[in-house]
Nanobody, 122 residues
Framework: QVQLVESGGGLVQPGRSLRLSCAASGSIFAIYAMGWYRQAPGEERELVATITSGGSTKYADSVKGRFTISRDNAKNTVYLQMNSLKPEDAADYYC????????????????WGQGTRVTVSS
């Protein structure tokens, strides 16, 4: 019914930038919060940043001042601009969205993308 597809991951040198995108598609009535999480090998999945439908944002302390989350509600897409990347930012990044589908209205459900890998290495 609802799919989230991430793109934009890859290999980047420390200090460089990368921009992730996540597009939601399917039978969507509305999307509440959208966000990005990441999981490094052997670690638990952690919140990176979230953004509400109204544009309010929240960031993990480790990325504040370096990462910027934004969204295009008309395109059901959320972005993560990552600047000044560090080796410790390397992880699989997952998109998350709280979605009301046309079949689940008025109830919302959490959906996840398949993940996109970010590697930070010289």
């Amino acid at each position: 019914q609802v799919q989230l597809v991430e793109s934009g991951g890859g290999l980047v040198q420390p200090g460089r930038s990368l921009r992730l995108s996540c597009a939601a598609s399917g039978s969507i009535f509305a999307i509440y919060a959208m966000g990005w999480y990441r999981q490094a090998p052997g670690e638990e999945r952690e919140l990176v940043a979230t953004i509400t439908s109204g544009g309010s944002t929240k960031y993990a302390d480790s990325v504040k001042g370096r990462f910027t989350i934004s969204r295009d509600n008309a395109k059901n897409t959320v972005y993560l601009q990552m600047n000044s990347l560090k080796p410790e930012d390397a992880a699989d990044y997952y998109c998350n969205a709280d979605v009301i589908s046309r079949s689940s209205y008025p109830r919302s459900y959490d959906y996840w993308g398949q993940g996109t890998r970010v590697t930070v290495s010289s």
